[in-house]
């Protein structure tokens, strides 16, 4: 993949799609999260003709603040993401896990003031929708000894959302990048609705 991935979805659509192009501007991921489940199950497709699926994100229980989201492909489970609860208020974390359950990385929000003041002004009528545009929050992929992998980055737009990921290290081994790029994944569902 040619970095920076640039991710994509209606702001108005219905059910939650992502689109995911690489540098090149090619098509490298489709996401597609299905209406009214009460226990997630995101197909993670190579396109949008979603003729290849290439992950499943599933939660670990029904519709939960803190719920894991794991990643399968094909019959293998390779990690999961997690929402920290009550440290997600003030600034967005989330726990990347290994096929065991164990921590191994961490995202971050890179700003609390950002994520202050999307929730005091993002519900006011016009006020928060011009707002948007201004209130770009970011994140942080980092290993557990501190060393940031990835950032995202909230672009400016209208009637859609769009991130940038960018990677920061060189040598982030395959299954660390795939377990990054489904957390990601998972993590813009999940805060899409912001900035």
Same mark, same amino acid.
Do not use: W
């Given at each position: 993949?040619? !970095?920076?991935?640039?991710?994509?979805?209606?702001?108005?659509?219905?059910?939650?799609?992502?689109?995911?192009?690489?540098?090149?501007?090619?098509?490298?991921?489709?996401?597609?999260?299905?209406?009214?489940?009460?226990?997630?199950?995101?197909?993670?497709?190579?396109?949008?003709?979603?003729?290849?699926?290439?992950?499943?994100?599933?939660?670990?229980?029904?519709?939960?603040?803190?719920?894991?989201?794991?990643?399968?492909?094909?019959?293998?489970?390779?990690?999961?993401?997690?929402?920290?609860?009550?440290?997600?208020?003030?600034?967005?974390?989330?726990?990347?896990?290994?096929?065991?359950?164990?921590?191994?990385?961490?995202?971050?929000?890179?700003?609390?003031?950002?994520?202050?003041?999307?929730?005091?002004?993002?519900?006011?009528?016009?006020?928060? !929708?011009?707002?948007?545009?201004?209130?770009?929050?970011?994140?942080?992929?980092?290993?557990?000894?501190?060393?940031?992998?990835?950032?995202?980055?909230?672009?400016?737009? !209208?009637?859609?959302?769009?991130?940038?990921?960018?990677?920061?290290?060189?040598?982030?081994?395959?299954?660390?990048?795939?377990?990054?790029?489904?957390?990601?994944?998972?993590?813009?569902?999940?805060?899409?609705?912001?900035?």
């Amino acid at each position: 993949m040619q !970095f920076p991935l640039k991710f994509s979805f209606k702001i108005l659509g219905l059910a939650p799609q992502i689109y995911v192009y690489d540098g090149s501007g090619a098509e490298v991921f489709y996401v597609k999260q299905k209406l009214f489940k009460l226990k997630e199950d995101i197909a993670v497709f190579r396109t949008s003709a979603q003729t290849d699926e290439v992950a499943r994100i599933k939660a670990d229980r029904i519709m939960d603040f803190s719920a894991s989201y794991h990643f399968h492909v094909g019959d293998a489970v390779i990690g999961a993401v997690s929402r920290k609860g009550m440290r997600s208020i003030f600034k967005a974390e989330y726990h990347v896990l290994d096929e065991t359950d164990v921590h191994q990385l961490t995202i971050t929000e890179d700003s609390a003031l950002v994520k202050v003041v999307d929730g005091l002004v993002g519900g006011i009528p016009l006020i928060g !929708f011009l707002l948007a545009m201004f209130i770009n929050p970011s994140y942080t992929v980092k290993d557990l000894d501190g060393k940031a992998l990835y950032q995202v980055k909230k672009m400016p737009a !209208f009637f859609e959302g769009k991130f940038e990921l960018h990677k920061l290290a060189d040598d982030t081994p395959e299954l660390i990048e795939q377990r990054s790029m489904l957390a990601v994944m998972m993590m813009l569902l999940l805060e899409r609705t912001r900035g």
